[in-house]
């Protein structure tokens, strides 16, 4: 609104200036140009041009770098094997090697027939003496001798093994009263080798762990596995059990101790 009105406002003066023309006779002189006005608004922007003509190609680029390379194809199949060609002419002969090493030695011929017998030598030194030959047969018994003074009597020997039980004695007469005895059981597990139990292998929580001697018990009874077994299948000794044959591994041994201590009577 504002542009309009400054556009129409110098239309008017120059309306007048070009009135006073007309009017005026005679043209005065032309004053000093008046100061420059301050410079309007900027207009609308106007409509775009139409596009010109397209400019020459410009000049090709440099080539870029090589880019890298691609993962390989699949391998081809194997081409069919062509004909054999001839035969090369033979080389010229090469130097001769080495000489290789010697072989064994070959078997010994057979002895060839005996010379005649040379004449007999002087006798040379005697020789060293050879060495002792070896014990003659000893010769027959002389007669006995006197008979000598006893000596001192030796340390006592080990016991021997036990004997077989003798035959049962006759029938002793009637007891008049029960018998006091004392029932002891040595208790051990067979490990299926050993032959010989002792006191160490006794086991406290189920009886004794001493092995009593034969002498100092009435009667003896052995139970492996829950089976009594025969007298001459075990021996035992003061401490120490001995078996004929190993029973299986963790088969129970039981040796039963029966003492008879006296007669109570009625």
């Given at each position: 609104?504002?542009?309009?009105?400054?556009?129409?406002?110098?239309?008017?003066?120059?309306?007048?200036?070009?009135?006073?023309?007309?009017?005026c006779?005679?043209?005065?002189?032309?004053?000093?140009?008046?100061?420059?006005?301050?410079?309007?608004?900027?207009?609308?922007?106007?409509?775009r041009?139409?596009?010109?003509?397209?400019?020459?190609?410009?000049?090709?680029g440099r080539?870029?770098p090589?880019?890298?390379?691609?993962?390989?194809?699949?391998?081809?199949?194997?081409?069919r094997?062509?004909?054999?060609?001839?035969?090369?002419?033979?080389?010229?002969?090469?130097?001769?090697?080495?000489?290789?090493?010697?072989?064994?030695?070959?078997?010994?011929?057979?002895?060839?027939?005996?010379?005649?017998a040379?004449?007999?030598?002087?006798?040379?030194?005697?020789?060293?003496?050879?060495?002792?030959?070896?014990?003659?047969?000893?010769?027959?018994?002389?007669?006995?001798?006197?008979?000598?003074?006893?000596?001192?009597?030796?340390?006592q020997?080990?016991?021997g093994q036990?004997?077989?039980?003798?035959?049962?004695?006759p029938?002793?007469?009637?007891?008049?009263?029960?018998?006091?005895?004392?029932?002891?059981?040595?208790?051990?597990y067979?490990?299926?080798?050993?032959?010989?139990?002792?006191?160490i292998?006794?086991?406290p929580?189920?009886g004794?762990?001493?092995?009593?001697?034969?002498?100092?018990?009435?009667?003896m009874?052995?139970?492996?596995?829950?089976?009594?077994?025969?007298?001459?299948?075990?021996?035992?000794?003061?401490?120490?059990?001995?078996?004929?044959?190993?029973?299986?591994?963790?088969s129970?041994?039981?040796?039963?101790?029966?003492?008879?201590?006296q007669?109570?009577p009625?």
């Open positions: 609104m504002k542009m309009k009105c400054e556009f129409s406002s110098l239309k008017k003066i120059r309306y007048r200036k070009k009135k006073l023309k007309t009017c006779s005679s043209q005065g002189k032309r004053g000093p140009q008046g100061k420059r006005g301050r410079q309007g608004p900027e207009g609308a922007q106007g409509k041009g139409r596009q010109g003509p397209e400019g020459a190609q410009g000049k090709r080539q870029g090589e880019g890298p390379q691609g993962k390989n194809g699949p391998r081809g199949q194997v081409g094997t062509g004909p054999q060609g001839p035969v090369g002419q033979t080389g010229p002969a090469g130097p001769q090697g080495p000489e290789g090493q010697t072989g064994p030695s070959g078997p010994q011929g057979s002895d060839g027939q005996t010379g005649p040379g004449p007999q030598g002087s006798d040379g030194q005697t020789g060293p003496a050879g060495p002792q030959g070896s014990e003659g047969q000893t010769g027959p018994a002389g007669p006995q001798g006197p008979e000598g003074q006893t000596g001192p009597a030796g340390p020997g080990s016991d036990t004997g077989p039980a003798g035959p049962q004695g029938a002793g007469p009637p007891i008049q009263g029960p018998i006091a005895t004392t029932n002891l059981m040595y208790f051990t067979s490990d299926g080798q050993k032959l010989e139990y002792t006191n292998d006794g086991l929580q189920y004794t762990t001493q092995i009593l001697s034969p002498s100092e018990v009435s009667y009874n052995l139970f492996i596995n829950g089976i009594l077994e025969p007298q001459n299948c075990y021996t035992v000794e003061e401490g120490k059990l001995i078996l004929d044959e190993s029973p299986h591994k963790g129970p041994i039981i040796l039963q101790f029966i003492i008879i201590n007669l109570n009625l």
